[in-house]
Structure formats: structure tokens, C-alpha cells
């Protein structure tokens, strides 16, 4: 865990509701695709909780869903804007055991936590399919980043306005052998009644703190009680008492 | 060179600034950022006689200037603390701590209590009668003069450690209730607990909430602290612990005015990780800036003349 003073390099819109930010700062923290980083949000008295997308020694990437005022105000930063962060939280994804065909499911800002996982197993010559789930067309993101991988890319909209007309249960019908998903709570929910094999599933809860001490964000397992924050955001599959 | 001590109910602090409990565990996730040996001392998690849960999520809200919580007193029982937490919060802090005490009745408070009273790690107990997020105990006890004189009476005759009773602000008159607690033995107060509140949802239109209402802090609550601890200082001879919406050495400085002996900070640890080691850290530059030179000597200093 780290606290350090990140620079806005770039911050582009992706949709009409998501952005991608491009930070300058020492990432050294960040070990494992899946972990997140606090963000202070200029005016807010709480930090902002962001899955990191992508990471490089000095290269950090978001992708934030405008849906309160500590996003919208995020979002509508300009480069140059300096940012305080708590970089290396979480446990992040397991990827030492992975199998052959492993199935990544995003849905809605669930999408961009993926990207750094797709990007460690497809380095790893792993064939990586990646199902994004979004509400309509308009709302589609880093399609284009996850195909650039070499990841098979399928997209499922509620509406069927692109892709398949379907959800993220839908994409449990593609050949795979393990699963990872991030998304509503609702949608993974539903993945981790329906899939019988080995799962993890990265989970959103409100925080205080980030960092384990404040037991605000306390989601109840068959092990017991467990801070999403320090003892997640990734849990394996059939554990979650949703 | 400026003398930061101050002494809290017979034991030395080497600065007054002491993390409030609920908001630093047991100090482990605090020693992964810094040496937590800087502090004064800290309050450890409320603590039940049973493994606790708390209430159901989202039990996280955020305010203007502070942030509302529904934790509702999670933690993994006594025996769990005083054979888990205590021996590995040993390895990372060397001072004597504080242990809040709570529960759901008069029994219970003491038995918790008794057990803290034999660990040597524990300096003091802080019992616990003003959280406002457990139902049928906790804030019950700290809302009426004879249930606070009751179970202070009772928890005093149960320890040889020095007791502070810590108060909720959610009463009509704060200062009845710490006179209550003074003469039933508390031999010093800590004041404020979290302000009850609520936040709606305009989306869902429901509270924010699960629990429906939380307990307010951080800077917002800062100003009211500042008044019910001067209030209670008129009131008592005890020393007091005073708390709410601290975040500053500056915030550290008016709050022992009003009549703090030490001062505990929240909901800012939560915030920023370093926030007391960057309050202690700056707190003896704020001293030569407004004068002082023995913080001791200033408690109560906006009573005087
Ligand atoms: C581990 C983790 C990773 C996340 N990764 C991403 C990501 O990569 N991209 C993205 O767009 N969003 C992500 N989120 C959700 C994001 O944190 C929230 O959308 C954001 O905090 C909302 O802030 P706000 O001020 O706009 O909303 P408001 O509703 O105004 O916020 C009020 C309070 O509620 C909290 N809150 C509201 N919604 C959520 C939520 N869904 N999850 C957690 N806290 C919430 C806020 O942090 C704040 O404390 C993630 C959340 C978590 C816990
Ligand atoms: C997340 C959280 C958990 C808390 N848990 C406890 C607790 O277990 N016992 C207790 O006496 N006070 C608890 N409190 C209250 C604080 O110790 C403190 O009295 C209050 O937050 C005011 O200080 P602040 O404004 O600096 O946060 C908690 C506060 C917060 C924010
Ligand atoms: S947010 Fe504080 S413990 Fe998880």
C-alpha cells in the first residue's frame, strides 16, 4: 500500500457516461491484475474506490462511470490535475493456477477491471475469452483494447443493439474451463448460482477506509465475515453469501 | 523546544493524539503505512463479549465534511481480541492502549471488562455507552443519568484500570450524564461519540443506509465536539478525552482549550492513513506559532480569565 501524488495525463471519453484517465505516478505499489486504488476526489470527504485497468512502473489507468457527483467531478478533471491515491489495495486476481480456456465476464464499469487480467493471461499465452456486457450500444467500451490483446471478444447488450442480445448468464454458454467476472453485485450474484466451475468474482461494496481498518465494507462468507476492501475485492466462486 | 506530554488519568502520554476507536482496527493495517509507535496511545475496536457481525451493508454514507457510518460494533469477541488481536498488535505497538468496552447489558460490559483488566497491554478502558448503531444496548446506557451512573458503577468495581466513559452526543443534556458518570467513579470522560444521521438516496428515494440511520463524524461534527467538551470541563474535575472531527494539529490545539487532556481522532485516519502522524508531526510548529511551550498547561486554557 502506498499514498502518493498521481498527475492526469490524459483523460478521454470512452462513452457518454464512462472515462478513461491516464495518471502519471509510481506504481510500484500495484502487483496483481484485479487490486484497486483510493482516489481523493477534490470537495469529497471520502475516497473514490477504482479498479486499476492497466499499470506500468510510472503508468496508471482508470476507467470511471460518471453515476455520483465524486465521478462526475473526477471525470470532468483536466490533464495537469494532481490527484492523492492509495495505489496496491486488495488482493487482486489469482492467476497462478489458471487453466487453458479462461472466461472473463464484465459487466458495465465491471468491464475495464478485466482488461489487466486479460492482459497477464493472454501474455501468458493463455486463450482468453473475454464476454463484455453492457445495457446498449451506446454504452460499449475497450472492445477494441481487448480484441488489440488477442482476447475472443464477444459482446452481449440487453437490448441487442450490438452483439448478442443477452446478459452476462448468457456468455456462461461459451466453451470455457475457469471463470472470472466483474459487475453489478446482482449479475454476479446470478454467474455464481449458475457456474459449477472454478470462479472468482471481483466485488463492489462501499468503503471508508480501502484499507481494512473502518470494517465498513463487511460482505458475509461461509468463512465468516470478510472486508471486501482487504480481504477481497476477488473472491473465489460459492463462498459469497450474496 | 516545546514539551508535548500530557498525563491521562496517571499514565504519560509523549503527545495527546490518540486514534479513536472503530476507526484503526488494532493497529496492524496503521503499521503497514507507518511506525504507529509515534502516537499517544489508541483505542482499539469496540469490543463485545460475543463475535458481532454489526449491521447490514451499505453500512458506508458520506456528508459534507465527514462521513456517516452503520458498522454497528463487528468485531471477533473478547476472548478472540485478548488471544489474537492483543499479542499481534504487541508486535507493533509498545505503549500501553485503550480498550473499549461494550455491550448489551450491565453483565456483559463487565465481563468484558474484567477480561481486558488482565491484560497488560491495556492502559485504560473506555466503555463504550454511546454507540448509536447497535439496538438494545450500546447508546442506551449513555442516554439517561442512572443507566450511565449504573454501569460505570458496576464496570469500576471490576477493574484496578483507569476508567473513561466514553459519552454520545445524542442527548439533551450532555453534562448531567458526564456528572452521573464522575460520581459513579469514572475517573475521566471521552466525548464525542458519532452524531446520529441519515442520508437519502434520490435515485431510490430510501435512506442510503441499510441500518437507516448512521453516526456522523468528521469535520462537521468538530465545532459541536468543541462546545460539549468545553461544557463538560465547566462541569467535572475529571480529565477528558476529547474527539470529533479532529484533522488537524491546529484542531488538536482548540479542543485541549476547550478542556481536552488528550485528543482522539476518527473518521480522518480513514481519509488519509497518516493523518496522526502528520497531526503529531506538525503539532510542535503549531505550538511555537500560537506560544506554547508545555501543552499540558493550556487544558481548559479558554476557561481562564
Ligand atoms: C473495489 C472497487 C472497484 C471499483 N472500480 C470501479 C471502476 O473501475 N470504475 C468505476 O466507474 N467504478 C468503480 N467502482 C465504483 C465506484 O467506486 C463508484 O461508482 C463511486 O465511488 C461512486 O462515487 P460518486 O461520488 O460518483 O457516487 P455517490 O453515490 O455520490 O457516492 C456517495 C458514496 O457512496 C459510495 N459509492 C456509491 N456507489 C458505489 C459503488 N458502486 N461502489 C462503491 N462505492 C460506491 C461513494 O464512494 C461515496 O462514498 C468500484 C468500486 C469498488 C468498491
Ligand atoms: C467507522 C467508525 C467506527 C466506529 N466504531 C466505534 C467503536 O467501536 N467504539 C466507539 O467507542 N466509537 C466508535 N466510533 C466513533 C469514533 O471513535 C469517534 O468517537 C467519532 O467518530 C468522532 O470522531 P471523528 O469525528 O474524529 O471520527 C466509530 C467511528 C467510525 C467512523
Ligand atoms: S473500507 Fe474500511 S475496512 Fe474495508
Redesign the pocket.
Given at each position: 500500500m502506498l499514498q502518493s501524488t498521481f498527475t492526469i495525463i490524459q483523460s478521454k471519453a470512452l462513452t457518454a457516461s464512462?472515462q478513461e484517465l491516464k495518471l502519471k505516478g509510481d506504481c510500484s505499489a500495484i502487483t496483481v491484475p484485479g487490486q484497486?486504488v483510493q482516489v481523493e476526489?477534490p470537495g469529497?470527504f471520502?475516497?473514490?474506490?477504482?479498479?486499476v485497468?492497466d499499470w506500468e512502473e510510472n503508468l496508471l489507468t482508470?476507467?470511471?462511470?460518471?453515476?455520483?457527483?465524486?465521478?462526475?467531478?473526477?471525470c470532468n478533471l483536466d490533464a495537469g490535475t494532481e490527484l492523492n491515491l492509495l495505489t496496491g489495495?486488495?488482493n487482486g486476481f489469482t492467476t497462478r493456477h489458471v487453466t487453458p480456456l479462461p472466461l472473463l465476464v464484465g459487466g458495465g464499469?465491471?468491464v475495464?477491471?478485466l482488461y489487466a487480467l486479460a492482459k497477464n493471461l493472454t501474455n501468458r499465452g493463455k486463450v482468453v475469452s473475454a464476454a463484455l456486457c453492457f445495457r446498449t450500444a451506446a454504452d460499449v467500451y475497450y472492445v477494441n483494447q481487448f480484441a488489440e490483446l488477442d482476447a475472443q471478444v464477444y459482446i452481449y447488450t440487453e437490448d441487442g443493439s450490438i452483439g448478442e442480445k443477452g446478459n452476462a448468464l448468457d456468455a456462461l454458454e461459451l466453451t470455457h474451463s475457469q471463470l472470472f467476472a466483474c459487475g453489478p453485485l446482482a449479475m454476479l450474484a446470478a454467474l455464481d448460482a449458475n457456474e459449477e466451475l472454478d470462479a472468482q468474482f471481483?466485488?463492489?461494496?462501499?468503503?471508508g477506509c480501502g484499507f481494512g481498518a473502518c470494517m465498513g465494507?463487511t460482505i458475509e462468507t461461509t468463512e465468516g465475515p470478510k472486508r471486501?476492501?482487504a480481504d477481497?475485492?476477488v473472491f473465489p466462486g460459492g463462498v459469497i453469501q450474496w | 523546544m516545546v514539551n508535548t506530554t500530557v498525563n491521562l488519568c496517571g499514565i504519560d502520554l509523549t503527545n495527546p493524539v490518540i486514534p479513536a476507536s472503530g476507526t484503526f482496527g488494532y493497529g496492524l493495517e496503521f503499521a503497514k503505512f507507518y511506525d504507529i509507535n509515534c502516537l499517544g496511545s489508541f483505542s482499539c475496536k469496540g469490543t463485545t463479549l460475543e463475535p458481532r457481525i454489526g449491521n447490514p451493508a451499505?453500512r458506508?454514507?458520506?456528508g459534507n465534511a465527514g462521513?456517516l457510518n452503520s458498522v454497528g460494533l463487528q468485531n471477533p469477541g473478547i476472548d478472540h481480541v485478548v488471544s489474537h488481536e492483543l499479542p499481534k498488535m504487541a508486535e507493533v505497538f509498545h505503549k500501553p492502549i485503550l480498550a473499549n468496552v461494550c455491550g448489551f447489558s450491565v453483565e456483559e460490559y463487565v465481563q468484558v471488562a474484567e477480561k481486558f483488566d488482565a491484560c497488560e497491554q491495556v492502559g485504560w478502558l473506555e466503555l463504550n455507552i454511546s454507540c448509536p448503531n447497535v439496538h438494545g444496548g450500546g447508546m442506551g446506557f449513555g442516554t439517561s443519568c442512572e443507566s450511565a451512573a449504573e454501569v460505570t458503577a458496576a464496570v469500576k468495581a471490576a477493574t484496578t484500570k483507569p476508567l473513561i466513559v466514553k459519552l454520545t452526543p445524542n442527548v439533551t443534556d450532555i453534562v448531567s450524564i458526564a456528572k452521573a458518570c464522575e460520581e459513579a467513579g469514572a475517573d475521566g470522560l471521552s466525548l464525542i461519540n458519532t452524531v446520529m444521521a441519515m442520508r437519502i438516496?434520490l435515485n431510490t428515494r430510501k435512506p442510503?443506509l441499510k441500518n437507516l440511520t448512521g453516526g456522523l463524524s468528521g469535520p462537521a461534527v468538530f465545532p459541536l465536539a468543541v462546545r460539549m467538551v468545553w461544557q463538560v470541563y465547566e462541569a467535572v474535575s475529571i480529565p477528558i478525552l476529547g474527539l470529533g472531527g479532529v484533522s488537524s494539529a491546529e484542531d488538536v490545539i482548540e479542543m485541549m482549550l476547550a478542556g481536552a487532556t488528550a485528543v482522539g481522532v476518527g473518521a480522518a485516519n480513514l481519509k488519509n492513513p497518516f493523518a496522526c502522524k502528520n497531526i503529531i508531526e506538525q503539532l510542535p510548529a503549531a505550538m511555537e506559532k500560537y506560544g506554547i511551550t508545555d501543552l499540558q498547561s493550556i487544558i481548559g486554557g479558554a476557561h481562564h480569565g
Open positions: 464512462v484497486f476526489v469529497k471520502l475516497r473514490r474506490p477504482f479498479s485497468v482508470l476507467c470511471v462511470r460518471r453515476s455520483g457527483r465524486g465521478t462526475d467531478i473526477l489495495l486488495g464499469s465491471g475495464g477491471a471481483s466485488l463492489e461494496a462501499r468503503m465494507c471486501v476492501c477481497g475485492p | 451499505p458506508i454514507a458520506e462521513m438516496d442510503v
